[in-house]
């Protein structure tokens, strides 16, 4: 990850990265064994930091400009917060994908109202 995500970035380096990621996932993960509890406890920690090093990959892949606020360094998109890139970009898994979203950033406002508009299944969950 430092290697991939360090402090300039570009596509190719990520690319690059998610090539490594799925290199270890394909040839490494099914050698995994664990002899005790511990080394199972630390196996899972392993395979969670894959998961979460590809999260970060993908999202630091899909925003694509440079930004002050965030010490975002593309060198592949030079420009400084251009308006296009205002926004929050929203990162999940799903189905073993990473799956990209945005979101404006003025988004949050009055919490029950959109927080319910952004997540249909808590709706009436929130009475706050």
């Not at 630390?42 to 440079?66: F, H, P, Q, W």
């Not at 060198?75 to 205002?86: A, F, L, R, S, V």
Request: with cysteine.
């Amino acid at each position: 990850m430092q290697f991939f995500c360090s402090e300039f970035k570009s596509e190719s380096l990520f690319e690059m990265g998610l090539d490594q990621l799925k290199d270890i996932e394909e040839n490494w993960v099914p050698q995994l064994y664990a002899s005790d509890p511990h080394k199972l406890m630390r196996g899972l920690e392993d395979l969670s930091m894959l998961s979460y090093a590809r999260m970060v990959i993908n999202a630091s892949l899909a925003r694509k400009a440079s930004s002050t606020i965030l010490d975002f360094k593309r060198i592949d998109y030079p420009e400084i917060d251009p308006p296009g890139w205002h926004k929050f970009l929203t990162v999940r898994q799903e189905d073993g994908k990473v799956k990209i979203g945005e979101r404006p950033m003025d988004y949050y406002g009055d919490m029950k109202k959109n927080y319910e508009a952004q997540n249909k299944d808590y709706t009436g969950v929130y009475e706050g």
